[in-house]
């Protein structure tokens, strides 16, 4: 073996903790080690593919050149450990513990209110924690750079920006310099700010519930830099790590680490096919999501050519294993040291870097990786194509330069570079003073995201006063599978910089990026108007520029809580990976297993064999089959399970089995379903008379409504583990948010009785409605293999699978008629409901029926006919989502006041005044609206969001701006709480009173973010009369409370608060007798007392609401709903009409939530059920083939809401003296409605877009579906641009769901 091939231990360090492994597996990544070796579950896995920050650790490095510590952010679901070599690794548990001591991160976020299902938290806190030790006092930029690359789906952000911005050094000049000293909670609250009472933060407090009151900063723990972990002395003091030559090898793979350019090329020689590996960021995404295999690994980071940026006179060479971050920390420091003209290349590139990746991605990602994989959406690539960058190349042959122009990519992610060969450095030049180099990107979501387009355009101009292109360079990402450079555009070689040039340059734009109707990526006409824009838009810029150069040149002619997989692994335990269906309509021909079983480490396979026929029923309505026979109706079916000892062999194994298929034609989308009739479920109302009275009218309009389909993204994917303890008792942990269903479901599926069957939830990282059917199923597989293999079994899927698995929320199709009156009033309605459902039933038709009792919002109407339908199609089956079909009807309802108001040409505010709800006012069900406060909830947020003075400003800004504009808008939501149906509103509580006076809850509700389990102690302190710290809520468990409802709905703090205050009211009737006796007591004596006297101190509460006797057949009845909820909000936007990006610039919220049990948890549910929204309507697109493939299957390519996109001022209220008499201390059922305020957004978007159409002379009418993408946007802003755009439909993926 020769020196360079001699296997060494990996030495690392974890928390302060050294870590020697003698047999490392190449193949592992950080994640997996700290989880599976260390058992440090704090990090979590969200997705595992770079997307989410869930993982994020701190990595730190000694540097030896700038002699100091080096910290980093780094996604531990990428980073190999194997490169982790001598470096220091912290997770979220060397930080700090509610055992030990928190650390000021971890409190801060937790008493901001930060945290709800908490999944998300650890990594957020590490990328704070990294911030911070890298800057004592951070600006507040840093801090949104910070989290870029980390994703919540409850808090909606703003609670985490609160709590930490008191880190900030903006924080500390406005808090602790004006003398106040952090203490800013309300009364005593003075800022020093010029503006004195009329100061923006003053007015928050007046307006809303303004986050500081939200929590007490002066409270929390002072942050004191000495008192931080040291680095570890052996990493610092000797560089023995730093300079090892490495190997490891594993099973299937080698690792190396040379440690010069001579013995990296070797080895490049020796292993052809060999992937040289810097950041993993590429790599590790095709190895786990597209199952790559790579035998061997290099990893060149000891190698000086390919790690240091050489800034020469002429040029800067940086080698190809630089950094993503090095290079724009180099190129900040160039920009301040050089001549600005010198320096337009470094500022286009530092300016990219800020929209690429996450921090946690560019503190490790390379420009050899991104140039090397040859992505055709690489942000970087355009800029050195369009500059022509010189690429140094070596190999033992030698090295050789090559240009970077039309000729390096020779195809989708292939390059001329040989297999031998490697990428070793790229050299840029500097631009002379009349080069312009200019670079744009389009992506769904404005930070981490990857582009749609994105281009780069380097222009020079003659040194002659009349500025003709002397040269001219333009290359585009996201045209062709490769970075395109345009030929044609060297014709504008010698034209003046002037209309007539740009005139042509579209012309030759179009003739040179001709792109298919069914290209892959879709969205063909809005990318052509994408890249006419960019180059519009460098036109404008340099346009502006050579003005004034022009003067100048006259002048002076010169970003510890426990789920279900955090559950400690079994000694015997098996891993599951399901085989699932390929095809979305099939008749199944033949099933091969036999090369998955003789895979290494498989145990077991899990067939349809192993249900007996009379069982396999699955599915809400047991509609579905467990496991699938005979046809195929949906991709993502199940075929079967494979059980291994580990989920990587689990996984591989499944994908080697083989399944013959005859395709059938799916049905895939709404109008594909009501051409075949494919209904499951139909419904409909009747109210008034409509067709008569719709005769009557002065008016009737017709139009159409359109919601897409929503992915639940929670940030903990489903996880199960079953375990079987003895002859049929089974304890299974899951991630459900109804875990008696899931009781039911195994029960049914083994033909075991339910008292044997344990189901037992801890908390679930989110839910909002995706945890409540799918894992009755799921759970079902693993407990027949833990009952077949009598071994622990457990399933984790993987982000893209639980997104293409379990369904999400309806696209919805609206057909309507509205009567009316020239005055406004609606007399009249007659509207079609569809949905596309999938494959089977599930919550379907419970949606629709939601649905249809809200089409009509906030309207008073009398004369109402609605039809539904549920579409039955051959994609996965849809199910809960948050509000429930409510979400798009309402949308709807909104849709058809603004045709009113805009056929009438009549103010929206005056339509919607009169024909709102006033008290007693009866529904379409009718049912008498009470404690009716929608009306003061709609005049309040327009006094507080001063809307109209704002309707004007944006009326002149918009005139003042030609491709920006401005919307701003207004809407109301009424919402039903309540399930519509009697058996599943009840509830049982559990108290346990112990000798020493603590008490134990159990109640049937999941904690899943919403804060149910603080309401709960709340009232159970309250009722009691003791702190909360003597009250402990440990899990939900059908072994402690049976036949739970599920949570969901808005319901659960309703119905288990009433249970649990009838159990606390059971024990307050039998400590009557103690307290009488001894008034003075204390509660731990009366216990005592009570415990001697042989006074029962357990009790169970039980709760039941009223009936709710509706008849849907005959709509008559007393009540569909227990009470109603109200809410209004305004909303302002900003759009950029030539790339239909947009901002959202202020939102103000005011919620009726009766009397709040918790304002603090009700603001955050408000906030994060109002991004979740904002993602529906606005941003949140799946993408779907005419085959019914799901293409956006993680946070890659599903774009969720993040940081950045929240509103720049969020302003929430809560309606004062509001209660409700129908619920626990009369509060309101928050966690739904105010999701749906969320669609003022996308009315906003839809005025600016008016306001843009209006400039162009565009006078047609328009609709626009949601969501309203960057895509739609652009694309009804009609111009001169999209004019020139001429494309039919595309048959890539679907229009509509
Ligand atoms: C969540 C996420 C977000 C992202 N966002 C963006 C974005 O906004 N814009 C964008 O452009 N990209 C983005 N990327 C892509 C990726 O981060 C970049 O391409 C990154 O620069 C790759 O560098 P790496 O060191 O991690 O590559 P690796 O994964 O280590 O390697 C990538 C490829 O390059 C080859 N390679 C690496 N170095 C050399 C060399 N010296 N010679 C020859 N071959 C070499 C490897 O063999 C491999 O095939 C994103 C990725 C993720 C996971
Ligand atoms: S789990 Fe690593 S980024 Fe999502
Ligand atoms: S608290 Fe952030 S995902 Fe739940």
Redesign the pocket.
């Known amino acids: 073996m020769r020196q360079d091939e001699e296997k060494v231990d990996l030495v690392f360090y974890v928390n302060g903790k050294k870590i020697v492994e003698k047999n490392v597996n190449p193949e592992w990544t950080l994640l997996m080690y700290l989880r599976n070796k260390l058992s440090l579950c704090g990090t979590k896995l969200g997705c595992g ?3 989410c920050g869930a993982c994020t650790v701190m990595i730190s490095k000694y540097d030896r050149n700038a002699l100091k510590v080096k910290h980093y952010p780094v ?1 531990a679901c ?1 980073a190999p450990v194997c490169s982790m070599h001598g470096l220091a690794v912290t997770t979220v548990e060397g930080i700090g513990s509610t055992i030990t001591k928190l650390h000021p991160v971890q409190e801060r976020i937790a008493k901001a209110h930060g945290s709800q299902c908490g999944f998300c938290t650890p990594g957020i806190v590490m990328s704070m924690y990294t911030l911070i030790r890298n800057h004592e006092r951070p600006m507040m930029e840093d801090m949104n750079v910070a989290f870029q ?1 980390n994703l919540c789906r409850c808090t909606g952000y703003r609670p985490i920006i609160e709590g930490y911005k008191t880190f900030t050094e903006d924080w500390e000049q406005v808090h602790v310099s004006n003398g106040i000293n952090g203490k800013i909670s309300g009364v005593d609250k003075q800022n020093g700010c010029a503006m004195g009472d009329k100061c923006c933060k003053m007015l928050n407090d007046t307006n809303g519930v303004e986050s500081d009151k939200m929590f007490e900063s002066s409270k929390f723990i002072p942050y004191d830099r000495s008192q931080e972990p040291i680095f570890p002395p052996e990493l610092k003091l000797s560089d023995a790590y730093d300079t090892q030559s490495l190997v490891f090898r594993g099973d299937n793979v080698s690792w190396f680490r040379p440690t010069t350019l001579e013995k990296l090329l070797l080895l490049v020689e020796k292993y052809p096919g060999a ?11 095709e190895v786990k999501f597209k199952g790559q295999l790579y035998a061997t690994f290099i990893q ?1 980071t000891l190698v000086k050519e ?1 790690t240091q940026i050489d800034v020469g006179r002429e040029t800067i060479r940086i080698g ?2 630089v ?2 971050d090095e290079i724009e920390s180099t190129f900040k420091d160039i920009i301040k040291t050089r001549p600005e003209w010198e320096t337009r290349i470094c500022k286009t590139v530092v300016e990219k870097l800020h ?4 921090k946690q ?1 560019r503190s ?10 040859g ?1 055709p ?5 355009p800029i050195w194509m369009a500059i022509g960058a010189r690429l140094h190349l070596n190999s033992v042959m030698g090295p050789r330069i090559v240009k970077m122009d039309e000729n390096f990519y020779t195809g989708y992610r292939t390059t001329i ?1 040989n297999s031998n ?4 450095a790229i050299e840029i030049p500097y631009t002379s003073k009349n080069q312009f180099v200019y670079a744009h990107k389009q ?1 769904r979501r404005r930070e ?4 749609i387009v994105n281009g780069a355009i380097n222009v020079l101009f003659s040194e002659e006063a009349d500025y003709k292109v002397e040269d001219i360079n333009v290359a585009f990402g996201g045209m062709a599978p490769i970075t395109k450079l345009t030929k044609s555009t060297k014709q504008l070689i010698g034209q003046k910089w002037d209309e007539t040039m740009l005139e042509k340059a579209y012309q030759l734009l179009l003739n040179d990026l001709p792109l298919s109707e069914n290209a892959p990526g879709g969205m063909v006409s809005y990318r052509l108007s994408l890249a006419m824009s960019f180059f519009f838009r460098t036109y404008l810029n340099i346009s502006k520029q050579l003005t004034i150069v022009h003067s100048n040149a006259l002048n002076q002619a010169t ?1 510890e809580a426990v789920y279900t997989d955090d559950m400690p692994i079994y000694n015997n335990e098996l891993q599951m990976a399901m085989i699932y269906s390929k095809v979305s309509h099939a008749k199944i021909i033949s099933i091969d297993v036999s090369t998955a079983l003789m895979s290494p480490n498989v145990v077991d396979i899990i067939l349809a064999k192993d249900i007996p026929a009379n069982r396999n029923a699955a599915g809400w309505l047991e509609d579905e089959e467990y496991i699938r026979r005979d046809l195929i109706t949906s991709q993502y079916q199940v075929l079967g399970a494979i059980l291994a000892t580990d989920q990587q062999s689990a996984q591989r194994a499944a994908r080697l089995v083989k399944v013959i298929y005859e395709e059938l034609t799916p049905i895939v989308t709404i109008d594909q379903a009501i051409e075949a009739k494919s209904f499951s479920f139909k419904a409909k109302i009747h109210y008034g008379n409509a067709a008569s009275k719709m005769a009557e009218c002065n008016h009737v309009i017709s139009g159409e409504a359109r919601t897409g389909y929503q992915e639940h993204f929670y940030m903990e994917p489903h996880a199960f583990l079953v375990v079987p303890t003895q002859g049929q008792e089974l304890n299974i942990y899951c991630t459900s948010q109804d875990h008696n269903g899931v009781s039911l479901g195994v029960s049914k599926l083994l033909g075991i009785d339910q008292n044997k069957i344990a189901i037992k939830v801890k908390q679930v990282g989110g839910a909002f409605g995706g945890k409540e059917t799918p894992p009755r199923k799921f759970a079902g597989y693993v407990a027949l293999a833990a009952m077949k293999t009598r071994r622990p079994v457990r399933l984790v899927m993987d982000r893209d699978e639980d997104m293409c698995v379990t369904g999400g929320r309806h696209p919805f199709l609206f057909k309507y008629k509205v009567g009316f009156n020239n005055d406004g009033r609606i007399h009249a309605i007659v509207v079609e409901l569809y949905s596309n459902a999938g494959y089977s039933g599930d919550k379907s038709y419970k949606a629709m029926l939601h649905a249809l009792s809200h089409i009509n919002n906030s309207i008073y109407i009398q004369n109402l006919s609605g039809f539904s339908y549920v579409c039955k199609t051959n994609l996965p089956t849809n199910t809960s989502y948050r509000g429930f079909g409510n979400p798009q009807s309402i949308f709807a309802a909104e849709c058809m006041l603004r045709d009113v108001a805009e056929f009438l040409k009549k103010d929206y505010v005056d339509i919607a005044r009169i024909n709102m709800f006033n008290e007693g006012d009866l529904t379409i069900y009718n049912q008498p609206i009470v404690n009716c406060n929608i009306r003061r909830c709609f005049e309040e947020v327009l006094i507080h969001s001063d809307f109209h003075q704002r309707k004007l400003s944006i009326e002149k800004f918009n005139q003042e701006n030609r491709w920006k504009k401005r919307g701003i808008d207004v809407m109301t939501c009424t919402y039903g709480i309540g399930y519509g149906f009697d058996f599943i509103q009840q509830a049982g509580a559990l108290i346990l009173i112990y000798k020493d006076g603590s008490v134990l809850l159990t109640h049937g509700g999941v904690e899943m973010g919403q804060g149910l389990n603080t309401k709960m102690v709340q009232i159970v302190s309250r009722e009691l009369g003791i702190p909360v710290e003597k009250i402990h809520t440990s899990e939900v468990a059908t072994d402690k409370v049976p036949n739970s409802s599920p949570s969901t709905a808005s319901m659960t703090s309703d119905l288990n608060g009433m249970a649990v205050k009838n159990a606390c009211d059971i024990i307050n009737n039998r400590l009557v007798p103690v307290k009488t006796k001894n008034p003075n007591g204390t509660w731990e004596e009366w216990i005592f007392t009570a415990y001697n006297q042989r006074i029962s101190l357990s009790a169970t509460g039980f709760y039941r609401e009223p009936p709710v006797n509706w008849n849907w057949d005959t709509n008559t009845g007393d009540k569909l709903y227990n009470y109603f909820s109200f809410g209004a909000c305004v909303s302002e936007v900003e759009i950029d009409c030539l790339t239909g990006d947009h901002q959202v610039l202020r939102t103000d919220i005011v919620m009726d939530v009766g009397n709040s049990l918790n304002p603090a948890i009700d603001v955050g549910q408000i906030e994060g059920g109002f991004v979740q929204g904002y993602g529906m309507y606005v941003m949140e697109e799946m993408i779907v083939s005419p085959n019914g493939t799901f293409m956006s299957k993680g ?2 390519a599903y774009k969720i809401p993040g940081f950045g996109d929240i509103p720049i001022e969020f302003n929430v209220a809560l309606l004062k003296n509001s209660s409700n008499p129908k619920a626990v201390y009369s509060s309101k059922a928050i966690g739904e409605p105010p999701l749906i305020l969320a669609s003022s957004v996308f009315f906003a978007i839809r005025e600016a877009i008016k306001a843009a159409r209006k400039e162009n002379d565009v006078v047609e009418d328009f609709r626009l579906h949601a969501p309203a993408t960057a895509e739609r946007i652009r694309m009804a802003c009609q111009d001169h641009i999209t004019k020139k755009v001429k494309v039919n439909k595309s048959t890539w993926k679907v229009e509509h769901l």
């Open positions: 593919e770079g997307g996604n990428l690359g992937k040289i590996i810097v950041g993993n960021t590429e790599v590790g995404v060149p390919l190809a294993a950094t993503l929209w690429f990746a996450g991605i490790v990602g390379s420009l050899g990786g991104n140039i090397m994989t992505s959406i690489s942000d970087l690539n570079v060969e490697i990428l070793e992506s981490d995201d990857i582009a970003g946070p890659g």
